[in-house]
């Protein structure tokens, strides 16, 4: 049962290949994660599609509030559009 303290302990991040496409999520540790992503051991969608490097990173959050941030991300296209035109 939550104690109502939530500790604000995780990121919300945002990858980008070589090829413009992006990928949203969260993690404790964004650069162990972004390993985990380059080494083919991350997530099923980004296996074979790399490499990635990070765009845009958000937190500290509540694991909760960043759940809820990145499928707001996910869901806003003209969010992603300016980030693809960022540079890495």
Known sequence: ???????AEFFVYVLRNGAGTTYTGIAKDVEARLAAHNDGSGAKFTRGRGP?????TEGPLPHGDALRREMAIKKDRK???VLKTTSC
């Open 1 to 7: 049962m939550p104690d109502g303290n939530a500790q």
């Open 52 to 56: 990635w490097a990070v765009i845009h």
């Open 79 to 81: 969010f992603k559009a």
